[in-house]
């Protein structure tokens, strides 16, 4: 059994982290200030090898017992967050990975880094491989996410190169499932939402550009894949089948029986215009590769969150 610290544990993915952790018999120390967060995500965990600290992580943070692993999700993760939250975003970014960094060192914890696929920008490489330095406008309003993940990164490779600490840079791709938030601006939630209540689906621009969906369960397993493993270069965790949308808007009707419309709305500052993970690398590494196709994660999300919560129409 390892200790395993999960900062922005009360999130989308970082709650699905801390199941899985404590499925495989881990104990868990989930530490989030609930800023997009919910207790509603772990209010279902009720174990004693469970605790949740409600901490910032700008501010420095301690743990006094033995950690293994420390898994560094706390971000905000969505545009409507980031952009809401910029200053927050960019010191999340740079102090928090600092404090979480700074407590697997004097742990001599195993650390992993969740990036993202933002950090290649409007990729001018397609599909997106590792070695690919991006192509990001630093001073759009979405700067604030893509480069605070690439100064993490920074940092990261700074603690292994000089601090000699054990770390992990995983690049993640879009990721859905239960536990999106019905408001959180993402495609997928917005288009379940909205066609769960037989409302205009909102595409941006003409729905031409693509991004690649990965299942929450399939994301999670190459995470804790790539935390056990001993790379320390990044790697990228996705789902590589590519879809425009449009495409995705009308698979999110065809699979709720929605008789919702396609309506267009005007596409946002510095969208990329595509978005596709080369996988080959987390193949050879970890043995991973996703198995939930768009069509049956939808299918799972809409099951295991159920329509109340998908539309916000929960208590
Ligand atoms: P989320 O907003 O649901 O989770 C982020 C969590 O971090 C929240 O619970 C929030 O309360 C917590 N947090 C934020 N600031 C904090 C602070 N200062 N101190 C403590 N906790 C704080 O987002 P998510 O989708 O679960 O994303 C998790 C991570 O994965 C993020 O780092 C994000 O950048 C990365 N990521 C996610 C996706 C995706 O598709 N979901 C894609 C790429 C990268």
């Keep these: ?13 970082g709650s699905h982290l801390c199941d899985e952790l404590l499925r495989r018999g881990h104990r868990v120390i989930c530490v989030d200030n609930l800023e997009t967060g919910s207790l509603k995500n772990i209010h279902h965990i009720r174990v004693p090898e469970f605790v949740h600290l409600n901490v910032d992580i700008i501010e420095p943070f301690f743990v006094d017992e033995p950690v293994d692993f420390v898994y560094h999700l706390a971000s905000p993760a969505s545009p409507i967050d980031y952009l809401r939250l910029p200053l927050h975003t960019l010191k999340v970014g740079s102090h928090g990975t600092h404090h979480a960094l700074g407590l697997a060192k004097k742990h001599r914890a195993r650390f992993l880094i969740a990036s993202t696929s933002e950090v290649y920008g409007d990729p001018q490489e397609h599909p997106q491989k590792e070695t690919y330095w991006g192509h990001v406008n630093p001073i759009g309003p979405r700067g604030v996410y893509d480069e605070a993940k690439r100064y993490a990164e920074a940092l990261t490779m700074a603690y292994h190169r000089q601090q000699g600490v054990d770390t992990a840079i995983m690049r993640i791709f879009n990721t859905y499932g239960p536990r999106m938030r019905p408001h959180d601006g993402r495609a997928i939630p917005t288009f379940l939402r909205q066609a769960l209540q037989d409302q205009p689906i909102t595409v941006f621009g003409d729905g031409s550009q693509t991004r690649s969906f990965c299942y929450v369960s399939d994301l999670i397993r190459g995470m804790i894949a790539l935390a056990e493993s001993g790379h320390h ?73 159920g329509v109340e919560m998908l539309t916000g129409t929960s208590s």
């Excluded at 059994?1 to 993915?13: D, P, S, W």
């Excluded at 270069?233 to 995705?248: A, S």
């Excluded at 698979?251 to 215009?273: K, M, N, W």
């Design 233 to 305: 270069h990044p790697v990228n965790i996705g789902n590589p089948n590519e879809f425009t949308l449009l495409e995705l808007a009308e698979t999110v009707i065809e699979v709720t029986g929605s008789r919702s419309q396609i309506v267009h709305e005007p596409l946002p500052t510095d969208d990329p215009q595509v978005r596709q993970p080369d996988i080959a690398l987390a193949g050879q590494l970890l043995g991973w590769a996703p198995e939930v196709e768009l069509r049956e994660g939808l299918r799972r999300t809409i099951e295991d969150a």
């Design 1 to 13: 059994m390892a200790t395993c610290l999960v900062t922005g544990g009360a999130g989308f993915l």
